[in-house]
């Protein structure tokens, strides 16, 4: 069974660019949530989808971030216009009801 | 609100030896879950091992063992007889009340050296 994908493996864009990073969980996970690592820092909670919807997105940091997750099963991640303080690695997991979270390798994302 | 303290940023010892690394939480809730994860120099999340707190006896899985202390909020991780494949950072993490998603702590970067 292929695990979570996340596509790309790294970016690097410039400040006021957009950026669109790609969830992909494993087959048959109806949650799926994306967190990331600022800095070195904690990782951090930003939302959380149930099949296409959005249950819990109190993470997100600002309007600049857009979560999607059209048909319940990928996900993608825009930020736009990135900023500086938006680099860092963002992750995606997936899991059954009542079961373990299963993380992607991470996305870095560079801005500069 | 949930709160994971991971209070050593960096260990460094030397191939064999025993490490530990520590993990104290803060929650309100009287049933929770506590989490361990390895992030390898790859990149990825690995899930290490979720403990239920109504069991509070030591886990132990191959090198790898967990002592987990309610009475003191502690959930700490050893490895024993260290080898440089173990070298990554390690993080503790605890669910959010009433809430699917994970609160983590800053976590530990280990180093291994041969």
């Known amino acids: 069974e292929a695990g979570v994908t996340q596509f790309p493996s790294h970016s690097v864009i410039e400040k006021g660019q957009t950026v669109t990073l790609r969830c992909d969980p494993i087959?048959?996970?109806?949650?799926l949530y994306w967190y990331r690592r600022v800095m070195g820092k904690e990782i951090k909670f930003l939302l959380h989808?149930?099949?296409?919807?959005?249950?819990?997105e109190s993470g997100m940091p600002n309007n600049r971030f857009l979560a999607e997750r059209t048909g319940g099963t990928y996900s993608t991640l825009k930020v736009q216009p990135a900023e500086l303080e938006d680099s860092g690695v963002y992750f995606c997991?997936?899991?059954?009801f009542g079961q373990g979270k299963y993380f992607g390798p991470g996305t870095r994302l560079t801005v500069t | 609100a949930q709160k994971v303290t991971q209070a050593q940023t960096e260990i460094s010892v030397v191939e064999k030896e025993d490490v530990t690394l520590d993990c104290v939480y803060e929650?309100?809730?009287?049933?929770?879950?506590l989490f361990w994860y390895k992030q390898p120099p790859s990149g990825e999340l690995v899930f290490l091992i979720r403990r239920n707190s109504f069991d509070e006896q030591n886990e132990i899985s191959g090198r790898y063992s967990w002592n987990f202390q309610k009475s003191t909020s502690s959930f700490n991780f050893t490895i024993t007889a260290s080898q440089v494949v173990d070298s990554a950072v390690y993080f503790c993490a605890l669910p959010a009340p009433g809430a699917q998603k994970l609160v983590f702590g800053q976590g530990t970067r280990l180093t291994i050296n041969p």
């Open positions: 929650t309100r809730d009287t049933t929770y879950y």
């Open positions: 087959s048959g996970h109806d949650n």
């Open positions: 989808f149930v099949k296409e919807s959005k249950q819990d």
């Open positions: 997991a997936s899991s059954h």
